[in-house]
């Protein structure tokens, strides 16, 4: 689709200090029925050992909507989020709205 073959960019979120989360919610932009490419999402205690919690490659690609993406995962410590994503089938560009973790 458009947009595709681009190298993944990513956000990092510094929740400031760690905190036990067992769920991640990712909004990227919405508009349109679009999914995003390489989409990939990795919590962190320490900012350098990632564990992967989404991965489109794995999972699949899905539709963005307004509700958000739900990842659910093992209680664990968490301090950093990383969202990764590489383009959509709408376009080349990388738009995130809202990243929250419980």
Known sequence: ????????????????SVKLASIVKVWHYYGGTRS???????VSEDGSSWQTVFDSAVSGTYVETATGKTHKFGTR??????????????????????????
Do not use: C, M
Not at 1 to 16: K, T
Not at 36 to 42: D, G, I, L, V
Not at 77 to 101: L, M
């Open 36 to 42: 995003y490419h390489q989409a990939k999402t990795e």
């Open 77 to 102: 410590k968490v301090r950093y989020i990383r969202d990764s994503i590489a383009g959509s089938t709408a376009n080349g560009s990388n738009h995130w709205v809202e990243i929250q973790a419980f």
């Open 1 to 16: 689709g458009a947009g595709a073959g681009g190298s993944p960019v990513s956000a990092v979120i510094d929740l400031g």
